[in-house]
């Protein structure tokens, strides 16, 4: 079944808010995935995503070797809780624009849910859904739906 819990990834880029633009968008390419959680100790206190390191350090000529993550991370963070219903989940992507929602125990990160990766997995749910419905139609037509060759049940 889908939930926050197996939709959001685990393996999540982390780094302190004195941590440069640079190394950020470093450790963002080495893993993959489009933005760092700013954490101070356990708890998270901002996030920079590719987006704000465009906008708010290239477009503005600053030094991403000098600038810190903490002076162009967005705060406060949009996040959700990991109880959060997957309704909640698309509202908080829809309603606050977001592309990265963190998912958080109490203050604590503990995964993230991109929206494509959200996206994706509602769509394959959908389709999964459309499939069984037509499958289960076939079968009280008495009709073999993955017979292709024109033979069924009954005849």
Do not use: W
């Not at 926050?4 to 993959?32: I, N």
């Amino acid at each position: 079944m889908l939930s926050v819990e197996t939709l959001m990834k685990q393996e999540l880029v982390t780094a302190g808010a004195a941590t440069s633009v640079a190394d950020a968008a470093r450790r963002m390419q080495e893993a993959k995935v489009g933005a760092v959680l700013v954490v101070e100790g356990a708890r998270l206190t901002g996030i920079v995503t590719e987006r704000d390191v465009l906008t708010r350090v290239v477009a503005e000529g600053r030094d991403p070797a000098s600038t810190q993550i903490g002076t162009v991370a967005t705060q406060p963070v949009v996040s959700v809780a990991l109880d959060a219903s997957l309704r909640q989940c698309a509202e908080t992507l829809r309603d606050r624009g977001v592309r990265h929602l963190p998912v958080v125990d109490g203050e604590k990160p503990v995964g993230i849910l991109s929206a494509r990766d959200f996206f994706d997995a509602v769509a394959g749910g959908l389709e999964r859904l459309i499939e069984h419905k037509r499958y289960d139609e076939a079968l009280r037509e008495n009709t073999d739906p993955y017979d292709h060759l024109g033979g069924g049940y009954g005849r």
